[in-house]
């Protein structure tokens, strides 16, 4: 064990395990890295931001735009975005900035501990707008990411949260997604709502759906050699993005191209799904991202 450097504005020193380190990422911004027997990963305090995750003998699964920015102010396109207190521009649609203010502060690291199966578990913490936040990073042989909050206000909020998970994927024209069908959606492209899943989904022009559905929803990428499995807990919406290249080439931050290496499947609680949280009251919000062979 080791001591390791001032990780938020109130953190103090931490102990870190061996197999992690805090210390400048790219744009020199505070990132904790993990190198442990289970999994790799990377982790910005900016926006308590996840931009890698490796599983021990696997390759990456988590998309990071090569554009994308790192300056401590821009949220970081791809990886794990925390969209937070609001969802795009909220149940009301009159909010800003898009998908709230959680991916855009810096967060403060309040643990790191390796677990005895070579996972390593990861706590930070943010208190911001009345509201109290605590994400839990359980990186190892899966990813499991845990996001609590706790209205410490005294009216009643309420809260729509995204894990927006960008996967890695090697052919998002080829991918399959499962674990959807019967879900009923509203599909932002189209501008409609009520729509019922009908049998698997294929990725083949901008995509952007919310489902009333928590999966499992298994995304088969055969040029990926891998299916990867996301499952929502307490998180009653998913939603399926892709920008595709139309919408790629209007993000600054975001390559051309890219737009087929990715596809993002968010376990939310959003619009009919959003939260009242009464004063004092918390709720939680959780998803689990796992690697199966294409056999499996
Ligand atoms: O560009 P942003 O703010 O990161 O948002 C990206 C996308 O995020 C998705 O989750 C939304 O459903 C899309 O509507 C949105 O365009």
Do not use: K
Not at 129 to 148: A, I, P
Request: glycine fraction near 12%; charged fraction near 20%.
């Amino acid at each position: 064990m080791s001591t390791g450097p001032r990780t938020g504005p109130d953190a103090g020193s931490l102990r870190l395990p061996r197999s992690t380190a805090v210390g400048p990422g790219r744009g020199r911004q505070p990132r904790l890295l993990i190198d442990a027997p289970a999994g790799s990963s990377q982790i910005y305090l900016h926006g308590a931001h996840l931009t890698s995750w490796v599983p021990r003998g696997g390759r990456e699964v988590v998309f990071t735009s090569r554009q994308a920015v790192f300056d401590g102010a821009t949220a970081i396109r791809g990886g794990v975005p925390l969209c937070l207190p609001w969802f795009t521009t909220g149940v009301d649609g009159l909010q800003r900035p898009s998908h709230g203010w959680g991916r855009l502060r810096p967060w403060v690291l309040r643990s790191v501990e390796q677990e005895r199966d070579g996972s390593v578990r990861v706590l930070l913490g943010l208190e911001h707008d009345g509201l109290s936040l605590l994400y839990v990073v359980h990186v190892g042989h899966e990813l499991e990411l845990t996001l609590s909050l706790r209205n410490t206000g005294r009216e009643p909020r309420e809260i729509e949260a995204a894990l927006h998970t960008y996967l890695a994927v090697g052919d998002v024209t080829a991918v399959e997604v499962t674990g959807l069908e019967g879900a009923t959606y509203s599909d932002g492209v189209e501008g409609t709502r009520g729509n019922t899943q009908v049998g698997a989904l294929r990725i083949s022009g901008p995509t952007d759906r919310v489902y009333s559905s928590q999966g499992p929803v298994t995304v088969r990428d055969p040029a990926g050699g891998r299916q990867i499995l996301v499952t929502g807990s307490n998180a009653p919406s998913t939603v399926v993005w892709n920008p595709w290249r139309s919408g790629a080439a209007a993000m600054a931050d975001m390559a051309d191209e890219e737009f087929a290496s990715m596809l993002c499947v968010e376990s939310a609680a959003v619009r009919e799904h959003a939260r009242l949280l009464g004063p004092g009251e918390s709720t939680t919000l959780g998803t689990r991202v796992e690697v199966l062979a294409l056999s499996d």
